[in-house]
């Protein structure tokens, strides 16, 4: 079971990048690791840096992707951003976007939380 949980959410990390690819976002990082966590896509629009959390369900048994990002999950996203930062001569403006996949639909909710 735990083989194929981690190939449906790569999967959805693949639709998600897919997605984000054909809403104009250059595709900077995915799979960021620092100490504090994981980023599953790190992206650029319009010259701000957008740090993507990715959720995919099959079904709507668990509820949606994005209730499972709360504040715990956005606190450990705000850590490894920061991280991430830290290797960056300057920084750019930031957000924190969720993409939840449910099924076969997308729900991209941009700045769903702040720092």
């Not at 099959?58 to 991280?83: D, L, P, W």
């Not at 930062?85 to 769903?112: K, M």
């Amino acid at each position: 079971m735990k083989v194929f949980n981690i190939f449906f959410g790569k999967r959805g990390e693949q639709i998600a990048e897919k997605y984000l690819k054909k809403k104009g976002y250059s595709i900077l990082r995915c799979n960021f690791r620092s100490h504090a966590g994981e980023i599953d896509i790190i992206a650029e629009i319009g010259g701000v840096l957008v740090f993507t959390e990715v959720k995919r369900r099959s079904g709507g048994n668990f509820g949606k992707g994005y209730e499972a990002v709360g504040k715990v999950k956005q606190k450990k996203i705000i850590r490894t951003a920061q991280a991430y930062l830290n290797t960056l001569p300057d920084i750019p403006p930031c957000r924190f976007d969720v993409i939840s996949i449910d099924g076969e639909e997308i729900t991209h909710i941009e700045n769903a939380f702040t720092a």
